[in-house]
């Protein structure tokens, strides 16, 4: 496995016409990163992963600081799952003059659930993969669905800007006890970490009703968010969604079964977590 720091260098790597996947990471990687470069493995013949902590997607309140740089540790996992490079540039060569190009994704995606609770986030995450995208050029990206609002704007930009890129989704990595891999799990206490399944137990109980036959979704959404406040919980949102746009499904819908997404954010202590639920 190649390491490598610099655009030259990482097009020395490249060279030319071997068919490419690329994983975009923050780094400090678990289970779920590494199944991402398992799948992108699965659809080229040359699979790269990059490590970059974002700053522009960082509001200045957020982690970035202490966001864990575990360089040499994820550099070992990557060569054990079998990836060809890892292209590790340091800020000055991903943003070596202020980015002042940026991203603008439609509002009507970037700006709700995340978005709202994390103002400019997607216009940092956009900025930095295309970017990416420019750096290594790559044939296929994996995104994996735990991010689902991500995952969704990046397609819609490969979309919009014709991107020659394929977007494969992988399915979110769960711990056995069903919760979502995380890098910022890292954070938890050990109690905290005990009390973290709230989070997706109350996508399941939401999915549950509105499958059962319970259309009045803001009621249940309201005590969904109400019963985690109750446990200690400072929840952001827990949703029910399309699937298609991320928008409240009309009553039609919800009587037709339409595909549908329950999404939720909330801090436990101070980490944030995200998860949610495809029904
Ligand atoms: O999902 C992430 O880890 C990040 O948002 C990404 C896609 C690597 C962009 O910094």
Redesign the pocket.
């Known amino acids: 496995m190649d390491l490598v720091h610099s655009v030259a260098d990482l097009r020395r790597a490249l060279g030319g016409g071997t068919r490419t996947a690329l994983v975009?990471?923050?780094g400090n990687l678990h289970a779920g990163h590494l199944d991402l470069v398992r799948i992108a493995r699965g659809q080229a013949r040359r699979t790269v992963a990059?490590i970059?902590v974002?700053r522009l997607?960082f509001a200045p309140h957020e982690d970035f600081e202490r966001y864990p740089r575990t360089l040499a540790r994820d550099c070992e996992q990557l060569a054990a799952a079998g990836c060809d490079i890892v292209f590790a540039p340091g800020e000055a060569t991903l943003y070596p003059e202020p980015q002042v190009f940026k991203v603008a994704p439609p509002p009507e995606l970037a700006d709700i659930l995340e978005g709202h609770f994390r103002p400019g986030f997607f216009v940092?995450?956009c900025t930095?993969?295309l970017k990416l995208f420019a750096c290594v050029q790559p044939d296929v990206a994996v995104?994996?669905k735990k991010?689902y609002q991500?995952l969704m704007l990046?397609r819609a930009m490969v979309r919009q800007f014709a991107l020659p890129i394929e977007v494969v989704a992988a399915e979110t990595v769960r711990a056995d006890d069903g919760l979502a891999l995380s890098s910022r799990n890292a954070y938890l206490s050990a109690a905290e970490r005990s009390q973290a399944l709230a989070l997706i137990a109350a996508l399941r109980e939401l999915a549950a009703a509105v499958r059962g036959g319970r259309h009045d979704i803001e009621a249940l959404q309201a005590a969904a968010l109400g019963d985690l406040r109750a446990r200690g919980w400072l929840p952001d949102y827990l949703v029910v969604r399309r699937r298609s746009d991320l928008q409240p499904p009309t009553a039609a819908q919800l009587a037709a079964g339409k595909p549908l997404v329950a999404l939720g954010a909330a801090r436990l202590g101070t980490t944030r977590l995200i998860d949610n639920l495809e029904f």
């Open positions: 975009p990471t923050m990059s970059f974002n997607q940092g995450v930095v993969v995104f994996g991010d991500q990046l």
